[in-house]
């Protein structure tokens, strides 16, 4: 269900043709018309070093480490200018789009109040700084004390809303969603987020929610540096950010 869902959020926010549209792992959607020649074109167009983020992290001597990689493996693969980030370039078209998805079930299986609504926003014009600002701030903006969440509970919807930022796809977005919902529950949806996210503009966020956030934030990053796979986490978060933000 997740895969529909985002796969019906980037063509609708993004369009159809444009090459931001199209999710990680939907490839086999095209199976049929999918071959071996087609795939080898793209591995030897795309996949070479020079399209490639190397990260070494660890108690180690960085140079030793880029002399021997440059050894064994980057001085056979001169760079050849790669760049597939220039295919994500074409411009979005702007203003505000609606889809309805049709999800496949298992025959006799339950789908009322099984739909999935999300409001998506491009966020590809922000500053990394701004974003990681913006996704701190999700956790207090989407906090069950939060006037998003007050507003969803005046209009009877079903469930909480869920706020959250995504760096995944291939522009950055924040997402704004209901789940276990109904179709008819997406206009009071889409009215509590703007009238929550107005309050907040002008009021700010509670103190008591500024507060628990924090020290949250802070016990959380306490306990992941005690992780033995520290490491591994930190870097793939690093990567998708310099990927999606960097310059």
Known sequence: ?????????????YGEDNPASHMNGMLYKNFQSLTYEHVKEVYEKNYHFDN??????GKLDWRDWLEFLDAHY??????????V?????????EGYREAVIDV????????ENQSSICYALDLQNLTEEEFYQLEYMMGMIADSRSELIKEGEKRNLPTEIVGWTDLEFAHP????????CDEKDKDA???AVKTGLSELAENGVDEAIYSSNMASTRLSDGLTLEDSSSG??????TLLGWVSLGD
């Open 189 to 191: 949806l889409l009215d």
């Open 85 to 93: 980030m220039k295919v994500l370039e074409e411009p979005i078209p």
């Open 173 to 180: 977005m924040a997402c704004f969603g209901l789940f276990y």
């Open 232 to 237: 591994v986490n930190i870097a793939s978060s």
């Open 104 to 111: 496949p079930v298992y025959t006799g299986a339950e789908t």
């Open 74 to 83: 980057l001085s056979d693969d001169p760079a050849q200018g790669t760049d």
């Open 52 to 57: 490639a983020m190397i990260v070494l992290y």
């Open 1 to 13: 269900t997740d895969r529909y869902l985002f796969d019906g959020i980037l063509k609708t926010l």
